[in-house]
DNA sequence: TTTTGCTGTGAGAACGTTACCACACTTTGT
DNA sequence: ACAAAGTGTGGTAACGTTCTCACAGCAAAA
């Protein structure tokens, strides 16, 4: 046998003297062998260092035990995390990790999908850029197992695993309506969607009774921001919503400062992501306004150094690695055949309250 | 046809009246082909929507393009930085990107090369954990393109990318010394090594002049600090040196706490990455020290939050996206069959100023 | 005794591609 | 005009596994 050439079951059964057939079933687990022809084949085979070729199984199982993850961006801390959650459920059970970005493209996320696909995986948990057609991806479920994460995608009925993220942020600015702020300011990147503006969102969760389909997740916290405001009976004021039209920490701190710089501006800054939170604690910085005696800070999703900054900033946290574990167990589940109806995953939220949010009931500015 | 069943090159040949070998050769880009049969066989595979199925050409080529990344922690923003990196070039290539944990431990690391070379990848970038011994990436780097990043290993002539950290690390505290610094103390994850103790790497880096094989980062920052403590007629006091004995933020926080508190502590604080950087923080900020009047603080290893918290956070600034980028492309070449001789690519830091250290020449505190 | 069922084994097909070869037809060079 | 080289095509053997059979032995059940 050639030295420098990989060991195949073939060799394996040669050098024990039995068929590949049954080399083959001892190697593979499956099967009946007996105990004598098994010692032969193991005792071979680690001579001859056999290691299995996926490949080869895998052309013909039908299963590469290889699921994908399609990420906006993995180098950001919210999916690095989840990635790290998917990762270490997947590693158990001896699944493998292929990722791509789609950088929040429908093009990059095509291109994404159609190279996974091509190496056939088994399913596949994403991020979808797109929470309105998605044609490619409605296509693709009919074929293959998949797990939305973050996000929704209308008429996509697939597993997903997110966060309510309008419960959340109505929650956290009536809190903030309750210690005495009437001017909330908003940094979002509010992705353009079916609506022309902001304007005209408003008017339709009104209408709606502040319940909508799928959305991006920061549409659906601006949507808790305008519920929070009505329940209160506290007008809600556009001028406090920095919409950000890239999504990029230059024009976050851009749109965050001309916000902060307005007459009659908010007393306190809701941020809707870690990037708006970061750009927007550039722009504080720069802007040189004390926190939290010139303006309040709370941010959706909670980033490492937040709690050793001073002021700590208060935050919404979102259970980010396990929101990758819940994907990857959901996904291994339908990968093993539960075709049972999908399910929507809702896992909470933390509230975490550090100091950067000041109490102005009884102090007027 | 089954219409539930993916096309194949067979199903394509077929439908458009040649033979497999014909349409493998239209479809796979390989070999000759007429203008005319090519049509007729790109019309047939639009129609029946085929996919080439990467698992069959791999077996039979040998290669699957497809790359093996095993990081220490994907979640931490240095790995998850490489790996945009990494990434990147990759999928200009057309290649796949499987990543794995090690965990930092060798068991870990095991388990993920085994797990990856199952599935036949044609190259590994690896940042591995053990820089001394590692007999099996010794074994392996004899069949497998291998590219290691941020650390070297003793005996493993690959391909490596990095930074000089005793370089950077040795301006970096020339320049604390030159702003009046004596009493300059570290933070740093001491890996167990060869040595014994901290005492005992100094007389050892003494004794070889201030050069030593292949090392952690984290000691190759120390051999930094020492080397300028020499050069400067500066004695070195080895309680300074704050030993984390664990890779976790608590464990660090506790190891500076105890640093700060101790009489005639230090005037300046150097951590030795990321981890060390937000350990110490949280224990600068829960000892009550005012920054940079009571401590000063120098980190390697920059993070996001550095620019915009008071004060800004000094930093050394590690490439981490190129390094990335370059470890990809060498691996890349090294699978295009380049086998020159090993090349270990040293990329430039970037020193940032930001206000955490003081100049305390004029100013005993 | 005959049946039934379980265990164990090997030969060979199958998975979906590319590699290799044989052959035919064209073009080029002398 | 004839060889040599370049095109285009199809048949079929790989690649390294698992799957499907057929068949044999042996025990327990009828």
């Known amino acids: 046998m050639n030295e420098n050439r990989k060991a195949t079951i073939a060799d394996v059964a040669r050098e024990a003297g039995v068929s590949t057939a049954t080399a ?19 005792k071979a085979a680690e001579m001859l260092g056999y290691q299995p070729n996926q490949l080869a199984r895998s052309l013909i199982t039908g299963q590469t035990r290889t699921i994908g993850f399609v990420a906006g961006d993995i180098q950001s801390p919210f999916f690095a995390k989840i990635l790290r959650g998917v990762s270490d459920v997947l590693d158990t059970q001896g699944f493998g990790l292929l990722i791509t970005n789609s950088d929040e493209a429908v ?57 309510d993220n309008a419960g959340a ?10 210690t005495g702020h009437e001017r909330i300011g908003m940094v979002a990147e509010l992705h353009s969607g079916p609506w022309k503006d ?77 990037l708006m939170t970061e750009g927007t604690m550039a722009a504080i910085f720069e802007t040189g306004l004390q926190m939290p005696e010139d303006i309040s800070l709370i941010a959706f999703d909670d980033l490492d150094w937040m709690s050793f900054v001073r002021p700590g900033i208060d935050s919404i946290a979102q259970p980010r690695r396990k929101m990758g574990e819940t994907a990857a167990r959901m996904l291994i589940e339908r990968i093993a055949g539960n075709d049972g109806p999908p399910r929507r995953e809702m896992l909470p939220v933390r509230h975490n309250e550090r100091g950067s949010v000041r109490d102005i009931r009884n102090a007027r500015r």
Request: charged letters at 25%.
């Open 198 to 274: 902001v304007g005209s969102f408003v008017h339709m969760v009104r209408a709606r009774g502040g319940e909508a389909g799928p959305m991006y997740p920061s549409w659906q916290r601006f949507m808790g921001y305008i519920r929070a405001h009505d329940a209160a009976g506290l007008p809600l004021d556009l001028s406090l919503i920095a919409r950000v039209n890239s999504y990029s920490i230059e024009d976050t701190k851009i749109a965050a400062k001309q916000l902060l710089r307005q007459p009659n501006g908010p007393t306190v800054l809701f941020t809707t992501d870690g």
């Open 169 to 178: 942020a109505e929650l956290c600015v009536r809190n903030l309506i309750d």
């Open 24 to 42: 083959g079933r001892v190697l593979g687990g499956y099967g009946y062998s007996s105990g004598e022809k098994r010692d032969l084949v193991l």
């Open 107 to 163: 093009d990059g996320e095509v291109h994404s999908i159609r190279l996974l696909m091509e190496k056939q995986i088994d399913g596949l948990i994403i991020s979808p850029c797109d929470t309105e057609g998605a044609k490619h991806l409605k296509k693709l479920a009919q074929t293959t197992p998949m797990v939305l994460i973050d996000r929704q995608v209308a008429g996509l009925d697939v597993d997903s695993v997110g966060v």
